[in-house]
């Protein structure tokens, strides 16, 4: 399996298992992060929320994404329905698609894994530090 095949597998695993509407995976493409062509899980509702996604480009220190990518580590949401647009511009398409609770993961220097919940909920330890040994970080 090539690299791309092996990260969309545990993509689906972990939203599969865990129940998470929607997981997407960030590269670095020049001084941004993409998630264009990259592995993605989008359960039956939430493919609006992935399409809106793709529309984003995060440079270093620029949302969620942007800062794990930039600091490292792990980043947590508790629900991003209560964001203003201001802040969180994918807002109305997450009420839309019943996306609540996001959170990054710095899977390597390049890459960022994003997850979201279908529920409210404080940053959950243990979920964390499953999908980080399914990707390997």
Not at 4 to 21: D, G, S, V, W, Y
Not at 84 to 93: D, M, S
């Given at each position: 399996l090539?690299?791309?095949?092996?990260?969309?597998?545990?993509?689906?695993?972990?939203?599969?298992?865990?129940?998470l509407?929607?997981?997407?995976?960030?590269?670095?493409d020049?001084?941004?992060?993409?998630?264009?062509?990259?592995?993605?899980?989008?359960?039956?509702?939430?493919?609006?929320?992935?399409?809106?996604?793709?529309e984003?480009?995060?440079e270093?220190?620029?949302?969620?994404p942007?800062?794990?990518?930039?600091?490292?580590?792990?980043?947590?949401?508790?629900?991003?329905?209560?964001?203003?647009?201001?802040?969180?511009?994918?807002q109305?398409?997450?009420?839309?698609?019943n996306?609540?609770?996001?959170?990054?993961?710095?899977?390597?220097?390049?890459?960022?894994?994003?997850?979201?919940?279908?529920?409210?909920?404080?940053?959950?330890?243990?979920?964390?530090?499953?999908?980080?040994?399914?990707?390997?970080?």
């Amino acid at each position: 399996l090539n690299s791309e095949t092996k990260m969309q597998a545990k993509i689906t695993q972990i939203c599969t298992e865990k129940n998470l509407p929607n997981g997407n995976v960030w590269v670095a493409d020049g001084n941004a992060l993409t998630t264009v062509g990259q592995a993605f899980h989008a359960a039956a509702g939430a493919e609006a929320f992935r399409a809106k996604c793709e529309e984003y480009r995060f440079e270093a220190n620029k949302g969620m994404p942007g800062r794990v990518w930039a600091n490292g580590g792990h980043e947590w949401k508790d629900d991003v329905q209560t964001f203003a647009v201001e802040q969180y511009p994918r807002q109305p398409v997450a009420v839309q698609c019943n996306v609540h609770g996001s959170f990054c993961i710095r899977v390597d220097p390049n890459t960022v894994a994003e997850f979201f919940t279908g529920a409210a909920a404080p940053e959950d330890a243990a979920l964390v530090e499953y999908c980080k040994g399914v990707l390997g970080c």
